[in-house]
């Protein structure tokens, strides 16, 4: 950092005779020194600047609320306590709609508004017209930038029907403002930096690099060859995990040998030779291992790092923007659950990413100028057989038994066919070209659908498209589905399960429902202008976009309805 020189205030001030002057003088030039220590040390810009020059969004996939508090004794002072203490904690954050998987969340957080609005109704929706299951972020227009094609990696916001945050920083601020996201996986990258980013990065599982596409790209810029180049992936990959502390330190969590554990390579205890289970000394490795570990969350923090400074974000007066996804806490409560002690073990160690960032970043771009955004994609759910030993009502739905009836009791109502085309994401598509050649009552098969699957165990609530279309639900769980309904891409039926209950599925921990443990999500402001304060009141993560746009004085993401809140800094 180039160093501020003081020379001409020196030379030119003459200290006066009086003496409560010269103590003045004496106070002003220890001042002076003060702020030119301060300068050289990396201490920039104490005072904030008038917008932030340099805005760090952090979304974490399955963070619940009561994590910051169930580990909080191991937590590092310089992390998550950091941004609890020395900023803004929104202790009272939740998402406002029902099927609460990770890419809606992502979309939410970009857009500032509900999927009913934004389009991105789940990680994956089906569509009745070509039959098939459209991904959230499948393009396959676009080709890969540093790697070779392949569909999980062919990724863009084509499907947002809304603008987001980043759109509209780029309308108002073009080329002057530069706009980056950088995550594990596509769909997360791609729903941060949105349509018009500079750069969307993500991993490539066959390589173990850091890969963009065509929609933003067609060269890596140098800087992202060299990051690949040093192969840190199989450096991560070419260890043991271990226990960051001894086992008997992990008293917040279920043994570690909990028998619904599945595992992702070789058992399900401590430690792991990820050098074994990678195959490192294969010809062909297997580098998606690093997503399943919390070295993959280690990965991203490096490669954020780096963008931040080889694109030198936050150094002039014009803002810029990097959003970063971290999703290896769901792929290990994928296979371990959320209770099991490989989950707490990568928590801990994404807290020691966050404070190294947090350390980064006001050294490089000053507290003053940067402003942390951090939240949760979404919370998680806690193994029903974990619940289940514990002695709360909690279970598994036969998804598929209730399918498999439904189909022969449509049958016996309305005569032999295809009555329903799928039953995906908690929702029951109807043959509609079947009932409309049939010439029957489609709201009135929607009915009859819904009354009978609430016949079955592990249903809280059965509630049809055109109830949706024709109702207004102001509160609760219906508020909530009708938030997660788009007439373009939802079914005919959504069901909502009992709370503590998941579908029959190989997952170990999952999320998608309206429930609190699914819901209830951190939100923590942390730098530029940010007070040190605790806020009570209920705040949807999609007020967070239209607020960084209201502070930005630019225009709010199309499909935000403008709800902001300026408690953390005014």
């Known amino acids: 950092m180039e160093k501020i020189k003081h020379t001409a205030i020196f030379t030119t001030f003459k200290a006066p005779k009086?003496?409560?002057?010269?103590?003045?003088?004496?106070?002003?030039?220890?001042?002076?020194?003060?702020?030119?220590?301060?300068l050289v040390t990396g201490q920039i810009n104490r005072f904030p600047s008038k917008k932030p020059k340099l805005i760090v969004q952090i979304a974490i996939d399955y963070f619940r609320i009561d994590m910051l508090y169930k580990y909080q004794a191991k937590l590092e002072e310089k992390g998550f306590k950091k941004l609890?203490?020395?900023?803004?904690?929104?202790?009272?954050?939740?998402?406002?709609?029902?099927?609460t998987q990770t890419?809606?969340?992502?979309?939410?957080?970009?857009t500032g508004t509900q999927p009913a609005v934004h389009g991105i109704i789940s990680n994956n929706w089906y569509n009745p017209l070509k039959k098939t299951i459209v991904d959230a972020c499948f393009d396959p227009k676009v080709t890969i930038t540093g790697g070779e094609n392949e569909p999980s990696l062919q990724a863009s916001p084509k499907h947002l029907f809304a603008s987001t945050f980043t759109d509209e920083l780029k309308l108002a601020l073009g080329s002057r403002s530069k706009v980056f996201a950088v995550a594990m996986d596509p769909c997360a990258a791609v729903m941060l930096a949105g349509h018009i980013a500079d750069g969307a990065y993500y991993y490539d599982n066959r390589t173990g690099n850091f890969v963009t596409n065509s929609y933003y790209t067609d060269s890596l810029p140098d800087w992202v060859g060299n990051f690949n180049k040093k192969q840190l992936a199989f450096t991560y990959l070419n260890r043991t995990w271990e226990t960051l502390y001894d086992m008997e330190k992990y008293t917040e969590c279920d043994n570690d040998s909990a028998r619904y554990e599945k595992g992702f390579g070789a058992g399900t205890t401590f430690p792991y030779n990820l050098t074994a289970i990678?195959?490192?000394?294969?010809k062909h490795p297997d580098y998606s291992i690093l997503k399943y570990t919390p070295f993959g969350n280690t990965y991203v923090h490096d490669f954020a790092i780096a963008a931040i400074a080889y694109e030198n974000l936050g150094k002039d007066k014009y803002t810029d923007?990097?959003?970063?996804?971290?999703?290896?806490?769901?792929?290990?409560?994928?296979?371990?659950?959320?209770?099991?002690?490989e989950f707490e073990d990568a928590f801990l160690r994404l807290d020691k990413e966050i404070a190294h960032l947090l350390e980064f970043l006001n050294e490089t771009v000053g507290k003053g100028n940067v402003l942390v955004v951090v939240t949760g994609t979404s919370g998680v759910m806690d193994p029903p057989e974990y619940l289940k030993s514990k002695k709360i009502t909690a279970g598994r739905?036969?998804?598929?038994?209730?399918?498999?009836?439904?189909?022969?009791?449509?049958?016996?109502?309305y005569g032999d066919g295809n009555w329903v085309s799928k039953f995906d994401n908690r929702q029951i598509f109807l043959n509609r070209t079947l009932i409309e050649d049939k010439k029957l009552n489609l709201a009135e098969i929607q009915q009859k659908t819904a009354d009978f699957l609430m016949q079955f165990n592990g249903i809280s609530l059965s509630v049809t498209a055109t109830s949706l279309k024709n109702n207004n639900y102001t509160e609760g769980v219906l508020s909530k589905i009708q938030n997660s309904y788009n007439p373009k891409r939802s079914g005919d039926v959504?069901?909502?399960?009992?709370?503590?209950?998941?579908?029959?599925?190989?997952?170990?921990?999952?999320?998608?429902?309206?429930?609190?443990?699914?819901?209830?999500?951190?939100?923590?402001?942390?730098?530029w202008k940010t007070k040190i304060r605790k806020i009570d009141r209920p705040i949807d993560i999609s007020e967070i976009a239209p607020t960084l746009s209201y502070i930005l004085e630019i225009m709010y993401p199309s499909g935000s309805a403008g709800e902001i809140f300026t408690d953390f800094y005014k």
Do not use: H, W
């Open 103 to 110: 890419v809606p969340g992502y979309a939410s957080i970009a």
């Open 18 to 38: 009086d003496r409560v002057m010269k103590k003045n003088i004496a106070f002003f030039t220890f001042m002076i020194l003060l702020v030119q220590t301060t």
């Open 494 to 527: 959504m069901l909502v399960l009992q709370p503590y209950y998941m579908e029959d599925v190989s997952d170990v921990s999952a999320s998608g429902s309206p429930y609190s443990y699914d819901t209830k999500v951190p939100l923590m402001f942390y730098g």
């Open 321 to 341: 923007y990097i959003g970063i996804g971290f999703n290896s806490l769901r792929y290990i409560a994928k296979y371990y659950g959320t209770e099991s002690v």
């Open 278 to 282: 990678a195959k490192l000394d294969k």
């Open 84 to 99: 609890m203490s020395e900023g803004t904690f929104c202790k009272n954050a939740s998402i406002g709609y029902g099927l």
């Open 397 to 413: 739905y036969k998804q598929m038994f209730a399918y498999s009836l439904l189909k022969t009791y449509l049958g016996a109502l």
